[in-house]
């Protein structure tokens, strides 16, 4: 089919469009009901968009007294693409305009490869997707990468983990690739708005969503609006000192989060007790599975293995010891956990709750909830998908 | 004179009225220009603005070419009163409608005494500014307090330092009292504004404003608006942990930043040094001064007494500690220093900068300037003042 080309003529049109992305298939007469314009007007700016193609007629409304009104619903055939490139793998998914996953592919992947070898596995993953008949083409793709980005440009900055990505296009080169308008936010950012659309975040304001994969990092939400700070470095909490010359860090100080906790640490903490025979399970493990990360940290902690369950809550401790903090200075409304170390499940968030509970000011965590995130990993695709609507359904 | 009883009638009109109050004197032609109406509506707007009294006729423009435009400016007789109160000190200021302060009376006071006698003393110096001249009546009054308050109702919330404050309407009394619409906020926030308005952050949309006066407090400026967080106690940074473990705090924990640092702490450190004969220098000005705190500890540290600058640079250190993990989670494009403890100038703020510097990451500090405040002790007051015009600047 011919792909998305028109884009919304005005501020009303793409207030309707994301109306009907977030709310599915409405009546004119409901979709009147929320937004400022007079009956006439509403007429015209809908009749405006069936002609573009945008938006689509479904049959009639129920009755709610006098003519029925007429449903109107986004393009069926418009398809959305949500890349999330971590540390460490890939997610691919393709969504209707309504952001609903129609399929999704994952697969491991090094971010330190750099862009053009992960990028060729992305558009391999969309490809197999196409493939399968969820898509026949894109209208638009968001992309997350696990590192700050310059965001109107959507060019990585001098991202840490990312040896090859500082400056690269990604915006643009995808955009070629792929032949569809493309978008890029930081993961964490698209996670967090992944959350605020499909998931636990959808009634809050103002949040903060704390990743704990390989490393840690956070999404600001702000008045609804991701905050990505002045150099699009917003966030950056790994290397936020948890212990005044403390353990050596990656990044050249001492004392940092990252140095104590997150998938990298916990991996390392895990091998050192497997290796020097503190831990007899995790060694197990170890010969086992051939490595030691979080899903064997977390089997030997659900099998009662003293080291593991203490690793995760002194991980958990100094990642509340960091949150406890940023309570303090933002007083968020919700505070939601995710990333691939979640699965270290409720240990992890008993612990985090307890630092957090105990350190911050009563004000600020009275009514408080610390929660993990709803999406699991579909939450940065869907943030993705989300990202690239948000920028198609603006004025053109 | 009759005091201000009209309120813009729409969007329009509060924003020309802002752009008279920032900008001062303007033509027509020129407001036009930074409007976006047409000739004959903006020619409507500045005419009912002028009916209401609120905008006065100020002469001819320069010319521009063809027929010259009218000058206008906001009533010069409008009045704003500024009521900043610390914890241990309390001042007041007099505006005109550009914010300019026409006079400003300050006391030391203790915030413990609670409102009733608190607001006695602030309305005696609002009288005492009348006296002199500088004002027959108030249009509006901004206040300031040193703790949360839910912002809408102008009411202090469970304000650690002000026993006796804590759900006292302060908006309505004191609206009661002074017979002019009344709007309370939290002291650093109005210094943050303040600051912001006609200060050092005059160009910077996201900037941060730490205070450290008796205790440590931060403003929030996000998009150029205060940042207050879910329950208005956003900011709240002076008792974010820097010492796991360490010093027993006030508030219960330990190892706070302000067990470590801010006035109260200095001033306990100071007498401590004094006493055990560590610093002679203290010692000889205590027995002068009858006690110890920020100035003397400044002036011992600018006659080189080592204790006096090791107390002021470890706690600029300590500061630093914070706002650096506060950089790398905001990425503000500024940092403002204030508080009556910028008194020990150059000292402290070296030391707050080699902390944030050595300990953020380069892309959060690249271009990060921190600075101390350009207002000093008319920070709060100005930001009283342009919170109080805001609210009237609005429309009704």
Same mark, same amino acid.
């Given at each position: 089919m +011919?792909?998305?080309?028109? +884009? %919304?003529?005005?501020?009303?049109?793409?207030?309707?469009?994301?109306?009907?992305?977030?709310?599915?298939?409405?009546? +004119?007469?409901?979709?009147?009901?929320q937004v400022d314009l007079s009956r006439s007007k509403l007429a015209v700016e809908v009749d405006r968009l069936l002609e573009t193609g945008l938006v689509v007629a479904d049959g009639l409304a129920a009755s709610r007294g006098g003519r029925r009104s007429?449903?109107?619903?986004?393009? @069926?055939?418009?398809?959305?693409?949500?890349i999330d490139i971590g540390a460490t793998s890939v997610d691919v998914a393709v969504t209707n305009a309504e952001l609903e996953v129609l399929g999704h592919l994952t697969q491991p992947m090094d971010v330190r490869e750099g862009p053009v070898a992960v990028f060729e596995q992305a558009l391999a993953l969309a490809g197999k997707l196409k493939a399968s008949g969820v898509a026949e083409g894109f209208d638009g793709?968001?992309?997350?990468? %696990?590192?700050?980005?310059?965001?109107?440009?959507?060019? @990585?900055?001098?991202?840490p983990i990312m040896p090859g990505w500082d400056g690269? %296009?990604?915006?643009e080169a995808l955009s070629q690739e792929l032949g569809c308008p493309v978008m890029v936010d930081n993961d964490v950012n698209l996670m967090a708005v992944g959350e605020q659309h499909a998931g636990v975040a959808r009634t809050v304001q103002d949040f903060l969503f704390v990743k704990i994969g390989t490393g840690i990092g956070c999404g600001i939400v702000v008045g609804?609006?991701?905050y990505r700070g002045t150099t699009g470095s917003a966030g950056d909490i790994g290397h936020i000192q948890v212990e005044p010359d403390g353990r050596p860090c990656a990044c050249g100080n001492r004392g940092c989060l990252e140095a104590y906790f997150g998938g990298a640490s916990l991996a390392r903490d895990a091998e050192a007790a497997a290796r020097e025979g503190t831990s007899p399970e995790l060694a197990a493990r170890r010969a086992a599975?051939?490595?030691?990360?979080? %899903?064997e940290v977390a089997a030997a902690a659900a099998a009662g293995d003293p080291v593991a369950l203490?690793?995760?809550?002194?991980?958990?401790?100094?990642t509340g010891q960091v949150i406890a903090g940023l309570v303090s200075f933002f007083n968020p409304g919700l505070v939601v956990i995710g990333g691939g170390v979640t699965g270290l499940g409720h240990t992890l968030l008993a612990a985090i709750r307890t630092q957090v509970y105990r350190q911050s000011l009563p004000l600020a965590t009275n009514?408080?909830?610390?929660?993990?995130?709803?999406?699991?990993?579909?939450?940065?695709?869907?943030?993705?998908?989300?990202?690239?609507?948000?920028?198609?359904?603006? @004025?053109?």
């Open positions: +011919r792909r998305m080309t028109a +884009r %919304p003529a005005n501020a009303h049109q793409a207030r309707l469009l994301r109306l009907l992305r977030d709310h599915g298939p409405n009546s +004119r007469a409901q979709l009147g009901d007429h449903n109107v619903r986004l393009a @069926p055939a418009l398809r959305f693409l949500g793709a968001g992309i997350g990468v %696990p590192g700050p980005v310059r965001f109107p440009e959507g060019v @990585p900055v001098a991202p690269f %296009p990604v915006r609804g609006e991701v599975a051939g490595t030691l990360g979080a %899903p203490d690793l995760i809550r002194t991980g958990g401790s100094r009514n408080l909830p610390i929660v993990l995130g709803e999406l699991g990993q579909a939450a940065g695709v869907t943030g993705a998908a989300r990202l690239i609507s948000d920028h198609l359904f603006s @004025p053109a």
